[in-house]
């Protein structure tokens, strides 16, 4: 057969075998390049496949560690106290391939750098936005007044404005207009729909929530957020508020406290039978029998010059209200000194003195609210007597978690009410786009591991 020869534009031949060559060459190219490209995805496929699998495990863990804590939280000897920090695990606890943290503050001891505290967190530890007054509010750092106003005007039920506040008329006029809600927060993010409450107001440098400084809330405006670079972080209001402290008004085994103010024979007959008739009767004497005025247990105990010995035997029988719960009490060996500061009766520098003598007392000694009495002036304290507590049924638990080799970062914030016996979870949040939350050191030990591995 005649072999066929093609004549191209420029009239030069050449042979139909080079041109299969050619399309063949080209075929293969393009068989290649899909071949590669597939490889390459389906690599990155594999890879994602990894980081839902280890985002799984983070998740699994977190469910795990919620179930932890309610089982501490159940069998806790001390219902009613912050549970010993050293009775359980809360920093690299590892389940399966993952790991969880509770995140939590470092509560007066400075934390080390980038470093956060591990463990729970008392709710009682921080203001409560539903019984905190506007000049407690006002105390906090941050705090505008007009917010303070706002929020009282919030959640009352009226709809009289405080002065620099806002009821629906300043709501109902905004492009996206809704009602004052007129009750009590149920949340503290609640506070978003708040006139004033501007994202750093309520945030402040500690854009990722745990407590700590690090190295882009350090940096000024080089990364967000566009902090001050002055080696403190600058907190904002969110740090130091709770919709959920309140404490059950009976004493720990449920029976019913005795009202110091009302219920003088009652009162009485505790204090014979406590302490025998003759130091009753001198106990009786030093109050004069004038303790219907008192406002606080913590009064009670300061006139009537009982020792904190004794004060410590009676003080879970007493009370000075007949409500069922007491709602917003600040747990004073847990808060922060700014959360004390706003108290009536103190202010930053009696509120550091605290701060600085709980650091050298055992949490058995503080059960009792009488070691205060040691570090207050006496005025200070009947002045703070009504808002302090030492007790906590609330609970936070800030939870990180990672997969296998730190990958599939997950965080949930919850809160546990522990009143009733069986801790039940009040609030539950997805925080994981606030950023991580464990600090620099841990993020380079999996980056290294990760680095080693590849
Ligand atoms: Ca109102
Ligand atoms: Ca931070
Ligand atoms: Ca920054
Ligand atoms: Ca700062």
Request: proline fraction near 4%; glycine fraction near 8%.
């Amino acid at each position: 057969m005649k072999r066929m020869d093609y004549i191209n534009s420029s009239g030069k031949k050449f042979s139909r075998r080079g041109a299969v060559l050619i399309i063949v060459m080209v075929i293969s190219l393009c068989l290649v390049t899909i071949a590669l490209y597939f490889g390459d995805s389906m690599l990155l496929e594999y890879r994602a496949a990894d980081n839902v699998v280890e985002g799984y495990e983070a998740s699994q863990a977190i469910e795990g560690a919620r179930r932890y804590i309610q089982f501490i939280l159940k069998n806790s000897e001390d219902l009613g106290y912050i549970p010993d920090p050293e009775s359980y695990k809360s920093e690299k606890v590892k389940i399966g391939n993952a790991s969880f943290w509770f995140v939590g503050r470092p509560g007066g001891e400075t934390s080390e750098d980038e470093k956060p505290a591990f463990g729970m967190v008392c709710e009682s530890s921080r203001l409560n936005l539903n019984t905190a007054t506007r000049e407690m509010l006002e105390g906090l750092p941050g705090m505008t007044s007009t917010l303070a106003a706002a929020i009282i005007d919030w959640r009352d039920t009226n709809m009289e404005l405080s002065p620099g506040g806002a009821e629906s008329q300043h709501y109902l006029l905004l492009d996206n207009p809704y009602n004052c809600k007129d009750g009590a927060f149920e949340t503290v993010e609640e506070l978003r729909l708040v006139m004033d409450a501007e994202w750093d107001v309520l945030y402040g440098e500690d854009t990722n929530q745990n407590g700590i400084l690090d190295a882009n809330e350090n940096d000024g405006d080089k990364s967000p957020p566009d902090d001050n670079a002055d080696g403190i972080l600058d907190a904002g209001i969110i740090e130091y508020l709770t919709a959920y402290s309140r404490e059950p008004n009976q004493r720990s085994d449920g029976s019913p406290r005795i009202n110091v103010r009302t219920q003088r024979q009652e009162l009485r007959d505790l204090l014979r039978n406590t302490f025998g008739e003759e130091r009753a009767n001198q106990i009786e004497q030093a109050t004069g029998g004038n303790t219907q005025n008192v406002r606080s247990v913590l009064e009670y105990y300061i006139i009537s010059r009982m020792t904190a010995a004794e004060f410590a035997q009676i003080e879970d029988a007493l009370t000075v209200s007949n409500e069922q719960t007491i709602p917003g009490r600040v747990n004073v060996n847990t808060a922060p000194s700014e959360v004390l500061a706003c108290l009536p009766g103190m202010d930053e520098g009696t509120a550091e003195k605290v701060v600085s003598a709980r650091t050298q007392k055992s949490l058995d000694d503080m059960k009792s609210l009488a070691w205060v009495a040691d570090v207050l002036e006496r005025e200070q304290c009947i002045e703070a007597g009504p808002y302090l507590t030492t007790r906590c049924y609330q609970f936070r638990a800030d939870i990180s978690a990672v997969g296998l080799n730190g990958r599939g970062y997950r965080r949930d914030l919850l809160v546990f009410d522990t009143r009733g016996g069986e801790p039940r979870v009040v609030y539950r949040r997805d925080l994981a786009r606030a950023g991580w939350a464990l600090g620099s050191k841990i993020r380079k030990e999996y980056l290294q591991r990760e680095r080693k591995e590849e």
